[in-house]
């Protein structure tokens, strides 16, 4: 039961590890057009490359308590677009995508975007809450207890982006940190569908 429920993800990510160990193209520029996954086009070579979903993959509901004590369940966001960014505090790409993601929230958090930051951190609060205070975190923050890694997981590394389309599908996949200049073409036309 369990692996069936998890068919589409597994599916969507299958697809994706096997176009990133066929694509050749090492450049950073626009990657192949391979398979039912492609890169989307780099808008930024020092950014990670999204890969965009060209099959319709469910994203896997789940419900966790927030670091502010609130709740927060993917299936209560359907008509936003959430973009789901797997991170820990020692992680030196995470620290330099958290100021670009609290100002891509600023900007379009009026509009329906959601950015849930999942950390994976084993210290919990004791780490968090620094980092969040130290980079002004203003989005939502989970840290998981697993709930989230046995739907998303195991990542290739970390940070991991996930963006997830108002009808709470998987429609964009990064490895590594993702600029600003990466993101905000995407999330503004997911926003417009």
């Known amino acids: 039961m369990y692996l069936r429920q998890h068919i ?31 890169q989307a086009k780099r808008l930024d070579s020092a950014s990670a490359p999204l890969y965009a979903a060209q099959n319709e993959a469910r994203a896997q509901d789940f419900s966790v308590e927030l670091v502010n004590g609130e709740s927060f369940q993917l299936s209560d966001q359907k008509g936003k677009v959430v973009l789901m ?10 620290r330099e995508e958290t ?22 951190d084993e210290q919990g609060r004791s780490v968090v809450d620094p980092f969040m205070e130290k980079y002004e975190v203003n989005y939502p923050m ?13 990542t290739m590394g970390i940070p991991t982006t996930y963006i997830i389309g108002k009808e709470r599908n998987l429609r964009y996949f990064a490895v590594g940190a993702v600029t600003l200049k990466e993101l905000k073409p995407r999330i503004e036309e997911l926003l417009a569908e």
């Open 85 to 94: 960014n797997i991170w820990a505090t020692w992680c030196a790409p995470c």
């Open 142 to 154: 989970v840290i998981d207890d697993g709930r989230i890694m046995d739907k998303y997981g195991p």
């Open 8 to 38: 589409p993800l597994i599916i969507f990510l299958l697809t994706l590890f096997t176009v990133w160990g066929c694509s050749s193209d090492n450049s950073g520029s626009e990657g192949a057009n391979i398979g039912k996954t492609e």
């Open 99 to 120: 100021p670009e993601l609290v100002d891509l929230y600023s900007e379009y958090r009026d509009q329906g975007l959601v950015v849930l930051g999942v950390s994976i």
